[in-house]
């Protein structure tokens, strides 16, 4: 059977129309046709059509009729979770695009938690006054993203290359350093690497072979230094840290507020470099898009070790 455009994007005769999931979903949080018509706004008999008209277009009843009381069946409790679901997703939909408001504009940045947290979010409005036409929409992610199926315009990931579907600049080389509360050492002074693996040693769970990584040269016993509470993002681990629970090993840039009121204190003269850096990843796409080109010149301005690939 051949079919044409237009019937391909003609609702099927199956699925509900917005009034029925409405109706279905209140009816049966409320297990009654007349508080379900009082919270939509609309008559009890509008509700009870609504209903009526599902569980035709479904071939199923949604509800046993009790007395007063509308009773999800079995179909009816299995079907209650998506329409919900599907009502919530509309909505949050909306909400994101009213959120726009008048912009032109809009950059949509997916980044690691802690790095977004910490280090993105805190210069934003830095953005803003270099871009104040572009609302940004910000969320996070550990993976890599493919941009051939993702709609996001640019990730900031610790990755080294080739990179999945899209191209990148190299934003910075991460730096790690230990630091703890000034409390778990003694005079807040800088221990050597015998006297750190003697402390509890914080796991970042995601990360797990930092600590392992840290005393490579130094001959400890592995086992001695995975023993520690773990966390699963470096944020946690940073409020573990400041709670004096251990030794946190974390990139230099998430501790700098930290370092400079005092809650934390370095607790090595060292540092260490690894072997991911930081990147900011973008499909070919984006080139072409005004606001991320302003974001794009932005963070490699702000960044002094940032450099384009060649």
Avoid at 71 to 80: H, K, Y
Avoid at 169 to 184: F, K, Y
Avoid at 235 to 255: D, I, N, T
């Amino acid at each position: 059977m051949r079919f044409t455009h237009e019937v391909c994007m003609t609702r099927r005769a199956y699925t509900p129309t917005m009034p029925e999931l409405e109706a279905f979903v209140q009816a049966a949080q409320t297990a009654s046709a007349t508080r379900a018509a009082a919270a939509l706004g609309v008559t009890q008999s509008a509700i009870s059509r609504a209903l009526s008209s599902l569980e035709a277009r479904l071939g199923v009843a949604l509800f046993h009729r009790m007395r007063q009381r509308l009773v999800l069946s079995d179909a009816g409790r299995a079907f209650l979770p998506e329409a919900a679901r599907l009502l919530a997703d509309l909505d949050r939909a909306a909400l994101t695009v009213m959120s726009f408001g008048g912009h032109r504009d809009v950059l949509r940045i997916a980044a690691l938690p802690t790095f977004a947290a910490m280090w993105l979010i805190p210069r934003l409005g830095g953005f803003a006054g270099h871009a104040p036409g572009v609302t940004v929409d910000v969320t996070a992610t550990l993976a890599p993203l493919d941009f051939e199926t993702d709609p996001r315009d640019l990730a900031i990931l610790r990755a080294k290359p080739p990179y999945r579907g899209g191209e990148a600049d190299i934003l910075a080389d991460e730096r790690l350093v230990v630091v703890a509360a000034p409390a778990l050492l003694s005079g807040g002074r800088a221990l050597e690497d015998a006297a750190l693996a003697r402390l509890p040693l914080l796991q970042q769970a995601t990360r797990p072979n930092l600590w392992l990584d840290w005393f490579l040269t130094a001959g400890l016993d592995p086992i001695t230094i995975l023993r520690g509470a773990r966390f699963e993002q470096f944020g946690m681990v940073l409020a573990a840290a400041r709670a004096g629970l251990g030794l946190a090993l974390v990139p230099e840039p998430f501790v700098a507020e930290d370092l400079a009121a005092g809650r934390l204190c370095l607790a090595s003269s060292r540092a260490m470099i690894s072997d991911t850096p930081y990147v900011l990843t973008y499909p070919a796409r984006s080139r072409d898009l005004p606001a991320f080109r302003a974001f794009r010149d932005w963070i490699l301005a702000d960044l002094p070790g940032a450099r384009p690939l060649p």
